[in-house]
């Protein structure tokens, strides 16, 4: 869904897989076992859609699963998928994972719907019957305190191997494609704490006076996401801002032109007025600094927010930023405005799933059409836009200093989910998930991006809700339904989610 190309190309996750069956089985019946890797192997060609995938291949012993377990670490893996081929004992598995502390899902996915009755035989009925074992794991785990998960459904080949008794082709099958839906999503929610470990956010001024719910302790957030905070200083962009050619001014322009429409006057509002080629050419001059800082000190992100003395040049400065950061959200790194760190994690993890992840918060509420508007004063996700965003001058930036240019922009029509990310009251973080609809229903003509949103129940309701969990007053915009997702993110860097 990239609508560039990434300043910083995402990391894959490395997912482990095994399959596990039982050593008496090979001799009693010949061509169990390799019938069993094939069908590993399959698991491991599909799932490299997504992930880099580390197969051990099969299982079959509590000495091998060691063994296994090593491998795995070996590998540094960020989550495993067993493979419930056949039956197991227990002990055959359970090494595996006392030795390899990555997350673990079991997959019990049964080649054919319906097996041949009339002519199955013991060794064929052993190829289907994953199922038999995953009650003993699960057992084993939960008194061994290991959490796990399992996915049921069909294996959801494409071809039936010559040795089956039986159709295999289930890959269309409903319940084929509700079991991969869900390992797609566990593949790459286990990218997150992958990239966040090896992510550097700057935090560029400060957070806006006031908003208490923003304020965060960068220790805190190190130590339960993984990613390391850049503290930055206006006066590093205006060192990088000096060293801006006017070459690099016109390739930002040329970009800015392909990207937005440049409005005129607004109909209704007297401070929102076209751009004049001054506030442009700043805009654009502001865009290429940005783009030097985030290089410059190696960003995944970017939280930002400066006041300014009254005509001094750092309000000047910060007065150019939105289009800039737009920019930079549209190529893999989210910057999020007024300081907010949270949400620029809430749009990283949005970002990093190819979903999206616009800055927003509540505008209004249109209780004729059931609709919450959600939006900002920027900067936008221009990478899921509906149409192309339109660039309004700006007379006044309201409840700040200073003016420039803003981005004024709907998210497509169609499913979306936000993504809020708090702070209890104990220090932890939250993920707050909502899936919804984004309609296309009227916006304002102001210069702030709005987005009108119908969420699954009445917006008092809905708000009623939401304002129980607590939650930061801005979130990440995604599309698509994305709650599986962002949930099963949440798990893997051990985050409570609520999804209402």
Not at 227 to 253: G, I, S
Not at 264 to 287: F, H, M, N, Y
Not at 318 to 341: K, M, Y
Request: hydrophobic letters at 35%.
């Amino acid at each position: 869904m990239s609508f560039k190309q990434a300043i910083k190309p995402p990391r894959k996750a490395r997912i482990g897989l095994y399959s596990v069956g039982l050593r008496a089985y090979w001799e009693q019946f010949p061509g169990l076992r390799e019938r069993l890797v094939e069908y590993g192997k399959a698991i491991e060609e599909r799932m490299s859609q997504w992930g880099e995938i580390y197969n051990y291949g099969l299982v079959d012993t509590e000495y091998e699963g060691r063994k296994a377990g090593e491998w795995l670490n070996a590998n540094n893996v960020d989550l495993v998928f067993c493979h419930a081929a056949t039956y197991s004992t227990s002990s055959t598995v359970l090494p595996v994972h006392q030795i390899c502390g990555a997350p673990v899902v079991f997959l019990n996915l049964q080649p054919t719907d319906r097996i041949n009755y009339e002519q199955t035989t013991t060794g064929e009925w052993l190829a289907h019957c994953g199922a038999c074992p995953v009650p003993e794991f699960a057992n084993a785990f939960n008194r061994a305190g290991i959490p796990f998960r399992v996915v049921n459904g069909l294996l959801g080949l494409e071809k039936t191997p010559e040795i089956s008794l039986t159709n295999e082709n289930t890959r269309q099958m409903p319940e084929a494609m509700r079991a991969w839906r869900e390992i797609e999503e566990w593949v790459r929610a286990a990218s997150i704490p992958r990239n966040l470990k090896h992510s550097r956010f700057g935090f560029l001024g400060n957070t806006y006076s006031g908003m208490l719910d923003m304020y965060s302790d960068f220790t805190m957030v190190q130590a339960q996401t993984g990613l390391h905070v850049e503290v930055l200083e206006m006066c590093d962009l205006d060192r990088l801002l000096k060293e801006v050619t006017e070459r690099e001014v016109k390739e930002k322009l040329e970009e800015v032109r392909q990207m937005f429409r440049i409005s005129g006057d607004s109909p209704s509002d007297p401070i929102a007025r076209k751009p004049s080629d001054e506030q442009l050419d700043w805009s654009c001059r502001v865009a290429a600094a940005q783009e030097k800082l985030v290089r410059k000190f190696d960003l995944d992100a970017l939280c930002y927010y400066y006041h300014g003395a009254p005509g001094g040049d750092y309000e000047k400065l910060q007065g150019g930023f939105i289009v800039g950061h737009s920019l930079l959200t549209a190529r893999g790194i989210p910057c999020a405005g007024e300081g907010d760190l949270k949400t620029a994690l809430a749009m990283k993890i949005c970002d990093l799933l190819g979903t999206g992840g616009s800055f927003s918060e509540i505008v209004v509420v249109d209780y004729k059409d059931g609709t919450i508007l959600l939006g900002h004063d920027g900067p936008f996700h221009i990478a899921i836009s509906e149409g192309q965003p339109v660039l309004r001058g700006m007379g006044l930036y309201h409840g700040k200093q200073g003016t420039g240019v803003s981005v004024e922009a709907k998210v497509k029509t169609g499913p979306i989910t936000t993504l809020n990310v708090t702070q209890r009251g104990d220090g932890k973080l939250k993920l707050i998930v909502s899936e919804a609809e984004s309609t296309d229903g009227p916006i304002m003509r102001i210069g702030n991006t709005q987005t009108p949103v119908k969420f699954r129940m009445q917006p008092d309701d809905y708000l009623t809700r939401w304002f129980a969990e607590a939650p930061t007053h801005h979130c990440a915009m995604s599309i698509g339904h994305n709650a599986g997702l962002f949930s099963k993110a949440g798990e893997l860097m051990k985050l409570e989610q609520v999804t209402l």
